[in-house]
């Protein structure tokens, strides 16, 4: 069973003990050939070669496990996290100084196309609009469960078939706890609505329509844009216009414009960069399990969003060891070079 350890000095989490360990140390990150792309579990037909789904979108009158599906959701065959055992912590209060958890939690797959399609930007809108209405579905599942606090829903794209499967698919990692990175966020929004009794994101919004100078694309329920302070050369950000915290609540029919911005994004960063490596995160809110004082205004003070981080640079020294970005395109001109994309 793996371990979620928390640095006493960040504060910030990891993961470990996620694989059996193995005799060298390159054994830990790379993927055995007769797993990659010749032998994909993940295409229609194969589906007995994955563990058994936990939820897929299918054809009326299809059997779980079988083909008729257009999107399928399973347990991650090489899970960080399970539900295999209780959730147990030591650490605060107790004889054990670290602050750790056992890996609790649950590590999804999101096989977003029947056919063996290797890249996002080869998607339909349809086949998009499937998928965020899935993730919809899995999020909402797994709020029910009280010793989850968070979903994370992300996508690792373009770091090649030595090291992940190519057919297109997403991730879902639920946790019983939040992410530093977002609860600094959260907490960052609570602040400034306990003091200007407004959302945060909602302003910023606000001032990239009215300077425009960051934005990619604007359209009806949407905004894409190059956030003000990038950390990665032409990292973008999507937004609703309307204020919502949770993507949860994304009308069925507002889906349709998110996937077309979501492609979009993405065709025009692979044109621009030559198809890079990239990141896409779903950031929304945490399941709100109740908790004196926790989440009295968050319905008011934040509001979901997707990050597309490409790594079109790598970071380096200053970038890991300050935590401090150095991103020579200012955002100002990467929205420019986006916008100014053709053919997308």
Not at 118 to 134: A, D, G, P
Request: with cysteine; glycine share 6%; net charge negative.
């Amino acid at each position: 069973m793996s371990e979620l350890r928390k640095d006493p000095i960040s504060g910030r989490w990891m993961i470990t003990a996620t694989r059996k360990e193995v005799d060298t140390p390159i054994g830990l990150i790379t993927v055995r050939k007769e797993e990659r792309e010749r032998d994909c579990p993940f295409c229609e037909g194969r589906e007995l070669e994955t563990p058994p789904e936990a939820f897929a979108l299918r054809k009326e009158g299809s059997k779980p496990d079988t083909p008729g599906w257009a999107v399928r959701v399973i347990p991650s065959k090489f899970g960080v996290v399970g539900l295999n055992e209780e959730l147990e912590r030591k650490g605060v209060g107790d004889f054990f100084f670290f602050d750790t958890i056992n890996g609790y939690g649950v590590h999804e797959i999101v096989i977003e196309s029947p056919l063996h399609i290797t890249h996002i930007s080869k998607l339909t809108l349809e086949q998009i609009e499937k998928v965020l209405r899935v993730y919809q579905v899995r999020l909402n599942e797994l709020k029910k469960n009280s010793l989850l606090k968070y979903g994370l829903i992300f996508r690792n794209q373009g770091y090649g078939e030595e090291i992940s499967m190519l057919h297109v698919h997403s991730q879902i990692i639920a946790l019983p706890l939040i992410p530093k990175s977002i609860k600094e966020e959260l907490s960052s929004a609570k602040n400034y609505y306990e003091e200007k009794e407004r959302c945060i994101f909602c302003d910023i919004i606000k001032q990239e329509l009215y300077s425009h100078e960051r934005i990619v694309s604007a359209g009806d329920k949407f905004i894409v844009l190059a956030p003000f302070a990038s950390r990665f050369p032409f990292e973008t950000q999507i937004f609703p216009r309307k204020h919502e915290c949770d993507f949860t609540n994304v009308p069925a029919e507002d889906l349709r414009e998110l996937a077309e911005k979501l492609k979009s994004t993405i065709m025009k960063t692979v044109k621009l960069l030559k198809d890079p490596p990239l990141n896409f995160v779903l950031h929304t809110a945490p399941f709100m399990v109740p908790e004196a004082g926790f989440w009295l205004t968050i319905k008011q003070d934040y509001h979901w969003h997707i990050e597309i981080l490409p790594h079109a640079m790598l970071a380096r020294g200053f970038e890991w060891g300050g935590d401090f970005y150095i991103n020579p395109p200012s955002p100002e001109a990467a929205a420019k070079f986006l916008r100014d994309v053709e053919g997308e």
